[in-house]
């Protein structure tokens, strides 16, 4: 009799154990929202300050399920696990090409409508489309409402960042009548043809087909010209260049003076200085931040101005711009073939 209570102490206390391990941060899947104190803090902010109701709420959220695949992600990006060539033959590639030639045949007269508005250049807003979502055939396979929980109440690193995503996507489910659990995106909670997250939907999609909606899920035109309002927003210099590759093998040579931020901060003539071979195509004046890249020969060095800086305010990633501005340059270059 002892033998067999002990056993059945033995089982219990594996048991215990087992259940602890599963509450861990590790398994955010087991994890109950409602009973969350970060949570009902969530909740009580957004029933006072934007009027929700709190059943609606409880509703809501008792289907949401959190994902631990999210959070690996979130830890894995590749723009911060490859190296330039690497990230390059993801993007840069034949059939990218010709899927980019084709949304830009598609959609011409929308592309040639938002660069005259805007001033950013066609060929830039259908790269970053398609650096985003390949032109719109893969817009993401997590429920929305789903990566925005997890990361906001069971991703610490970052949790304050995604509790406003998680409100601005509640705001504007209202604002857009989206269908909450049906919205899917990426793992951070991107939407759509462009991958905007909630506060740069709410901030700077804009209703470019004049339907009276804002639909970056289903409309290529409202995404076109949402991707074009961002980029003027942000300070886009049309006409101006992107990036100037320096024109040079030499091996590390600069490696102390590259990567250090990603906005330009110091005149092109500090560089000059340290006898960087750079054309005399921009003024000494001009604000510039050196880049450096381990690409398929070795390193590579760049100046990138303001519109590098400009396209990284969308990813802020020095390998996502220079795909983006190298993807642009070879469809702009296959167009006119």
């Not at 990218?96 to 060929?123: C, D, M, S």
């Amino acid at each position: 009799m002892k033998q067999f209570k002990f056993a059945q102490f033995i089982i219990a206390s594996i048991s215990c154990l087992l259940l602890l391990n599963q509450s861990s941060y590790a398994s955010p899947s087991s994890s109950n929202y409602l009973q969350d104190k970060d949570f009902q803090s969530f909740l009580e902010h957004m029933i006072k300050q934007h009027h929700f109701k709190r059943m609606d709420l409880i509703e809501l959220f008792a289907e949401v399920k959190p994902q631990n695949s999210i959070i690996k992600a979130m830890e894995k990006p590749a723009e911060k696990t490859k190296t330039w060539a690497e990230y390059r033959k993801i993007f840069i590639t034949p059939k990218q090409i010709e899927g980019g030639l084709k949304f830009w045949h598609n959609h011409h007269k929308t592309l040639t409508k938002a660069a005259r508005i805007y001033g950013v250049p066609p060929e830039m807003i259908v790269a970053i489309i398609g650096v985003e979502t390949r032109y719109g055939r893969y817009k993401g396979r997590h429920r929305v409402i789903d990566a925005l929980a997890t990361l906001a109440f069971d991703y610490p690193p970052r949790a304050s960042f995604f509790r406003k995503e998680l409100e601005h996507f509640l705001l504007l489910s209202k604002e857009e009548n989206l269908a909450v659990h049906e919205v899917k995106g990426s793992y951070a909670g991107a939407m759509g043809y462009p991958q905007f997250i909630p506060s740069s939907y709410r901030e700077y999609a804009v209703d470019f087909d004049g339907d009276q909606s804002i639909d970056l899920i289903g409309s290529p035109e409202d995404a076109i010209g949402s991707v074009a309002n961002y980029f003027k927003r942000h300070k886009w210099q049309p006409k101006q260049p992107v990036a100037l590759k320096v024109p040079s093998q030499a091996q590390g040579k600069w490696s102390e003076h590259a990567n250090k931020h990603l906005k330009p901060k110091h005149p092109l003539s500090e560089l000059t200085q340290l006898g960087l071979p750079l054309a005399n195509t921009i003024p000494q004046s001009t604000p510039v931040t050196l880049i450096e890249l381990q690409g398929q020969q070795g390193l590579e060095y760049w100046i990138g101005l303001q519109n590098f800086y400009v396209i990284t305010r969308y990813n802020r990633s020095r390998l996502y711009a220079m795909a983006v501005f190298e993807l642009a340059k070879e469809l702009k270059m296959a167009r006119v073939q």
